[in-house]
């Protein structure tokens, strides 16, 4: 709230720019802005596929042509814009981008936009003003985690689950005014307790600082990315307490995209090539190599967590596994819930 108080001080001088396109329309609002992007016929079906940052469009006209008119309506506190201050101007900036493929494969399209306000008296740029430059780009962070529907369209109506289906736990980090960070879920374990106890008999789904242990022996995998700030975990429902309940605990982190190694990845294990993936970007892969070994942590990076991300403790459930070849499998604990 902080980081926007100045928009109701003084709104003159405002003004949108962007790469010269005439498809794209851009009005910059008193904390807000409003993109109207004229798109081909053929984007038309893949319009899921534009983003404002890590922001879906918000409506999509289809017109008589086939072509489509999509509207982009949101805050600048969201879609991860990032803010500049300077001695006259504070600027938010941010790209429209088209990505027909996953996250880890380059955008189809990428267009510049940012709205300019005049700099009001008392905001200081964070140059002048060491102390508080840190926490002027931080911003907050709010974590998430849920339980999917099969369509992965919205959070699941049930906690019930059968043994051997998939559950699509998604996780989220609403970064706010922070500058952009991707999403990493380092270390989750299943228990029967919502709380971890040091003698809790765990089942283990990712550990060695991102390696997804499950995926060696069931067929649980990381789908692909479409937003640095989420990521979705499709996890087959093992035989752990089955017909009791079961909770999800996972250890988040929200994570500079650049800084990735060893110690901070996302990885899973490909059968068909019999070896460790990274998900974010498969060229570079080697960093998932001590998936088999052991992935140690550097005394460093208990210093560099404060410049590079945050962790957040999240635990999902309770989620009920049912065995269908169970006659007396009860389904009377089913329950709608959120994490």
Known sequence: MVALLYLGVILSAVYATAVAN?????DCGKDSIRIKWKISAEMVPKAGRLFLGTCMATTLNVLPSGEGEVYFNQKLSHCQFQKLITRKHVTFTNELTYRPEPRSKPAAFVHAVECVYLRPPGIIPPSQNPGAGVSEGRGGLVFHMALLN??????AKSNVVTLGSFLPIWAVVEQKSHQPLLLLMEECVAT???????GSVVHPIIGNKGCLLESMTENSLFLP????????????AFQLGVGEE???????????????????KACH???????????DDPSNSSICSCCDSTCA?????????????????SVLGPLIIMDPSD???????????AA
Request: proline fraction near 5%; hydrophobic fraction near 35%.
């Open 225 to 236: 990315r479409y937003q640095s700030s989420a990521v979705t975990l499709l996890l087959q």
């Open 269 to 279: 294990y490909k059968k068909e090539s019999m070896r460790w993936e990274l998900l």
């Open 297 to 313: 942590s550097r005394s460093k990076r208990r210093v560099e967590l404060e410049n590079h991300g945050f962790s957040h403790f």
């Open 150 to 155: 099969a369509e992965l369209s919205s959070v």
């Open 192 to 198: 029967s307790t919502p709380e971890l106890h040091p």
């Open 22 to 26: 005439s498809d794209i329309k851009v």
């Open 327 to 337: 006659p007396t499998a009860n389904m009377s604990k089913e329950t709608n819930f």
């Open 246 to 264: 079961v909770y999800i605990h996972c250890k988040l982190v929200a994570w500079d995209p650049e800084a990735l190694d060893e110690t901070k």
